[in-house]
């Protein structure tokens, strides 16, 4: 027996509705085995499927099958996760400081930067490696 991939994603709950698994079907979001698949590839039982959740890549084990959407307590056994605990710790951590991902670390505490370490955060931010106009003393 084997299934339309966007029909498991959204059965297994991996989607909130069909169509946000057929679009990241089609956005090259999902892929098996390394390669992007279209919403209608069969899936089987006992493959790898890879869902791009930045920032990290989710993996899961393809347990069984269904064709209707099941309950959460079902999904369960549908699919099991084994996306590698580093990546996991690392959602964790964009989760807890979104915008730590963005902007650079900076210790808790340190207060404002000193002009000196504005004018470095500026070369390193500017897209050719200089300072910005202003700030060239």
């Avoid at 499927?49 to 930045?54: F, L, N």
């Avoid at 549908?78 to 963005?102: M, N, Q, S």
Wanted: overall charge positive.
């Amino acid at each position: 027996m084997s299934i339309r991939i966007d029909q498991w994603l959204w059965a297994a709950r991996l989607f909130k509705t069909r169509s946000l698994a057929n679009q990241a079907c089609r956005g090259g979001r999902v892929q098996i085995a390394g390669a992007a698949v279209k919403p209608s590839r069969q899936l089987a039982g006992g493959e790898t499927v890879q869902v791009k959740a930045p920032p990290i890549v989710r993996l899961y084990l393809v347990k069984s099958l269904a064709a209707k959407r099941v309950s959460a307590a079902l999904a369960r056994e549908l699919v099991e996760e084994i996306t590698p605990a580093a990546d996991l710790e690392k959602l964790a951590l964009a989760r807890r400081d979104p915008l730590g991902l963005i902007f650079a670390a900076r210790d808790k505490g340190s207060g404002r930067p000193t002009k000196k370490e504005r004018r470095e955060l500026e070369k390193l931010q500017a897209p050719d490696g200089k300072a910005p106009r202003g700030s060239d003393r």
